[in-house]
């Protein structure tokens, strides 16, 4: 069957096509190619995302990223470096560049971003946070909770402060929860945020998924890719920032030698798939949570229309003609 979308949203991509926005050495026409592989996903806006770093590498990047003349920036996604300094929240952010949540750091990044920061994942348990909170959502930034091991309460006041968003939820926490009370159930269950999941069948089992969609409702579920280079690009060893990362066959991205995910090879199309797949939801329940929902979390409009083929049998979502603009 042949549809019309609109334009397709990602509030979380590190790299695409061999390309990593994190690297020490992107160039701007780096840069520039991993948007248009990106774009051929029919993705017309997305959030370039750096994840934790010393504020040097961080602003030269930023600056980079924010100076192109690409419409399909929608602003940037800061990933860090404010997260929990513990083994397993902390997934596969350098430890070394963990700080305290601090506003005077963050208007230094902000200024090397010309003001384009849009989105902020933080934990809302380490110190400063609150008073960051509070900083952003005045000046207009959305707050994301993730890379977190706080407590309900710590969660709950984030909330009450004015954090709207769960960043890749179930993922970039401890691997050992108690059943209750814990992280994950607190998010859910939490009207005021929006949960974003990645669904690449490797970050999150079906079922998972599925109960989570129930949980938050479509609403207040949106998709994110979390994709580094490795993201339409063969098996092989890729970067995010200066960490190493393997993609298997499967197409699974983990940290050398180990079990743990960095990231994902994942595509918007394929999210969608296996979202319609899992949770067994028509493609028009879907695909806002791919466009229209992340676009209005973040104050923007999609842009743009993708042609595209659906099979309803198979799951399978074929991109045949996007249009930017």
């Known amino acids: 069957m042949r549809i019309e979308l609109p334009g397709l949203v990602d509030l979380q991509v590190n790299g695409f096509g061999g390309i990593d926005f994190n690297a020490p050495d992107l160039r701007p026409e780096q840069a520039l190619a991993a948007l248009a592989r990106i774009e051929a996903t029919g993705v017309t806006r997305c959030l370039p995302t750096l994840i934790t770093s010393s504020l040097d590498a961080f602003a030269r990047n930023a600056r980079i990223l924010t100076g192109l003349n690409s419409a399909t920036v929608a602003g940037l996604h800061m990933e860090g470096p404010y997260l929990s300094p513990e083994d397993g929240p902390r997934g596969a952010h350098p430890r070394e560049h963990v700080i305290a949540a601090s506003v005077d750091d963050f208007k230094r990044r902000a200024d090397a971003a010309g003001g384009r920061i849009v989105l902020v994942t933080l934990a809302p348990e380490i110190p400063g946070a609150l008073a960051l909170i509070d900083h952003l959502v005045a000046n207009r930034v959305v707050v994301a909770i993730g890379h977190s091991a706080a407590s309900p309460e710590q969660i709950r006041d984030a909330v009450s402060a004015g954090a709207r ?74 970067t995010i920032g200066t960490v190493s990362c393997d993609l298997d066959r499967d197409g699974r991205v983990s940290l050398p030698g180990t079990p743990y995910l960095a990231g994902s090879a994942l595509t918007m199309p394929g999210a969608i798939e296996k979202t319609a797949r899992y949770c067994g939801l028509p493609l028009d329940e879907v695909v806002p949570m791919a466009s229209t929902i992340p676009a209005s979390l973040i104050g923007v409009t999609t842009t743009g229309s993708v042609d595209a083929e659906w099979n309803a049998d198979a799951y399978e979502l074929r991109i045949l003609e996007v249009r930017t603009g």
């Open 165 to 238: 968003l769960s960043t890749h939820l179930g993922n970039g926490c401890a691997q050992i929860l108690p059943r209750h009370p814990n992280i994950i159930w607190e998010q859910l269950a939490n009207d005021g945020l929006v949960a974003s999941l990645i669904v690449d069948g490797h970050h999150l089992p079906a079922a998972t998924v599925t109960s989570m969609v129930r949980a938050k409702g479509t609403a207040r579920t949106i998709l994110v890719t979390d994709a580094i280079a490795a993201a339409a690009a063969p098996p092989g060893r890729y």
